[in-house]
């Protein structure tokens, strides 16, 4: 029975949803449940037809799709990051991806005995990583930061330099074919560059000014985003064929570093929005895929595989590396990491289509043979770049600490017991003295206001992973936790409670959107706590909870007028707060941490 194109089309998204939940749920890159629901879809079970279900507009949206993924991208790519990596990235994606092109090309017509022209189509598109695998593979490999933006920066530049050379050999063959001298190959890869740098920057500079004196209103920025990408990347192909990937990429990079324009707003919906394409995509193009080509090619995709991840990929990275600022760790790890994803999809694609369209012989190979890469090279980095990661000691630190919004009295109290705990805390006040006191205490500080630009820059966050409001005002508290809502999730924002917190209508409370979970739980204001901490040497109790001696009985030795449970630790060494949302539960070999001082003080103060 025949399957209405409605169905199906919302079947797809459904099938991407899940994969994306499973690849969240068992920490492996979602390319490979996605892959594998699309082959199972086309070429085994014959449910999914791309090609009848999309008609002429397939390539049309691939191409859209893959024009607002790298801009998206690109939104993330900061020039102060580039100023710490960037000869590294320079050599990867220059000469370093010239060295991989030429290996790859060699390989491919020795091995599978494609023309040479072909495997040089083929060794200029494996040359881009691709951003839509690269990103989630960080997530689950975390190596550490300079390694992460190298890998980020190269991966979302070299794609559209990649489209650019991949490009260049396509009019080659073109060339070839009807009897073009190679001087017009040439004039029509500088007018490529010239098109899509011209036009992108243009664009880019204009959209920004627009934003900047506010002529688009805030709930107009996200449409308005993909009105301007899509038009930009689709006048820059008619302008130029394959110009579009070059002007997208620079739209997103000038946008990003234009002074006075906020693109966040933007960057959050794009990054939702490429999810779905991403999961769309890789369901419909592998989908297309034909196992007659596979078999064809036999041994020879093994073989082809194997040279780019063992020869070809860390052929590049060390020529790129030689007198970088990289240990002999980092650059191994470089050298191992280096998936191909949508963008190599969708190019290859697209090219395989005109080419057999003009009759070249094994064009119908470039497919199949890019998807044994695109398999191939995520299952072997995905099942093994954690461990390297760590075994190298290349590896990011723990996400476990926590920012402190405040150095008063109160949030130095807790930094120290966080510290005690041996939990990652960093102090941010803007108060001179504050800070001062902190630095006394021993604890690491920022001294400056959270939500500023010069904290965007500059204020440490590799190691924290929440933030705790302690600040005295609330306003501050619930600025901050909307700041980093975002950066942490809601479930890692805690602040103290409000003024009005104990009041019973919920006119008084603040929307938990727009502030926090309440810590300590609701009785536990900021002034009650400054009384308790203020004068007081030593608060910090840590207590380890055993068969013997349960949570109940602590509660009962212990005056919840004179002592604040503040969080406890689990085995793993998992850190719960004491909440007013949830009644948390400590558990037999778990460490609670409180705060305490004697009733007699606590009266006094």
């Not at 992460?148 to 050999?169: F, K, N, Q, S």
């Not at 204001?525 to 400054?530: C, G, R, V």
Request: proline share 3%; with cysteine.
């Amino acid at each position: 029975m025949e399957i209405p194109s409605l169905l199906l089309l919302s079947f797809i998204g459904l099938l991407g949803l899940l994969c994306q939940w499973l690849a969240w749920r068992v920490k492996l890159p979602a390319i490979l449940f996605l892959l594998l629901t699309g082959i199972l879809l086309g070429p085994v079970s014959g449910v999914l037809d791309p090609d009848a279900l999309f008609g002429d507009l397939l390539f049309s949206f691939i191409s859209l799709s893959v024009a607002i993924i790298l801009f998206e991208g690109s939104l993330t790519l900061k020039r102060s990051e580039l100023s710490e990596v960037g000869s590294v990235v320079k050599n990867l994606v220059t000469y370093g991806a010239l060295l991989n092109g030429l290996i790859v090309t060699v390989c491919t017509h020795y091995l599978t005995g494609i023309s040479w022209s072909l495997s040089a189509l083929f060794g200029a598109i494996m040359v881009v990583t691709g951003p839509t695998v690269i990103m989630p593979m960080l997530r689950t490999v975390r190596p550490n930061a300079v390694l992460a933006r190298t890998l980020r920066w190269e991966g979302i530049v070299i794609d559209p330099l990649g489209a650019l050379l991949a490009v260049l050999v396509f009019e080659w063959i073109v060339a070839h074919q009807i009897g073009t001298n190679l001087l017009h190959v040439f004039s029509i890869f500088g007018q490529t560059i010239a098109v899509g740098s011209i036009l992108g920057a243009a664009v880019a500079y204009s959209y920004g000014l627009l934003l900047r004196h506010r002529f688009i209103p805030l709930y107009l920025h996200n449409f308005s985003a993909i009105v301007v990408v899509t038009s930009t990347f689709a006048v820059s192909n008619i302008l130029m064929h394959e110009s579009g990937l070059l002007a997208v990429t620079i739209m997103g990079i000038w946008l990003a570093n234009m002074r006075g324009v906020d693109t966040r707003d933007i960057l959050n919906f794009k990054e939702n929005l490429t999810l779905m394409l991403v999961s769309t995509l890789f369901i419909v193009l592998s989908a297309r895929l034909e196992f007659d080509g596979l078999i064809t090619l036999g041994w020879g995709a093994l073989g082809v595989l194997l040279v780019m991840q063992f020869i070809a990929r860390p052929a590049k990275v060390f020529l790129s590396t030689i007198n970088s600022t990289l240990s002999r760790n980092e650059r191994l790890l470089l050298a191992w990491v280096g998936p191909r994803g949508i963008v190599a999809a969708a190019i290859t694609a697209v090219f395989a289509l005109k080419l057999e369209l003009m009759n070249i012989p094994h064009a119908e190979l470039l497919v199949p043979l890019a998807f044994s890469v695109i398999i191939g090279t995520v299952v072997i980095q995905s099942a093994t770049a954690r461990y390297l990661t760590v075994k190298l000691g290349v590896n990011a630190p723990d996400v476990k600490g926590y920012l402190v919004i405040g150095a008063n009295p109160v949030a130095i109290a807790v930094a120290k017991a966080l510290q005690e705990a041996k939990i990652e805390t960093v102090v941010c006040d803007s108060d001179w003295s504050n800070i001062s006191a902190a630095r006394m205490a021993g604890l690491k500080t920022y001294y400056g206001n959270a939500l500023s630009d010069h904290a965007e820059m500059h204020l440490d966050m590799t190691t924290l992973g929440g933030i705790v409001g302690l600040s005295r005002n609330h306003a501050v508290n619930s600025a901050a936790a909307l700041r980093f809502r975002e950066d942490f999730g809601p479930r890692k924002i805690f602040v103290l409670p409000e003024l009005y917190h104990q009041k019973e209508h919920s006119k008084h409370h603040a929307s938990e959107l727009y502030s926090g979970r309440v810590v300590l739980g609701s009785d536990w204001s900021y002034q009650k706590l400054y009384r308790l901490v203020n004068g007081h040497e030593t608060l910090t109790k840590s207590t380890l909870l055993t068969e013997e001696y349960l949570y109940s009985q602590w509660l009962e030795n212990n005056d919840m007028e004179t002592v604040v449970p503040l969080f406890a630790l689990d085995e793993s060494g998992n850190l719960f707060w004491f909440t007013a949302d949830e009644a948390l539960q400590p558990k037999p070999g778990w460490k609670l941490f409180s705060l305490s001082a004697p009733t007699e003080e606590l009266a006094a103060g």
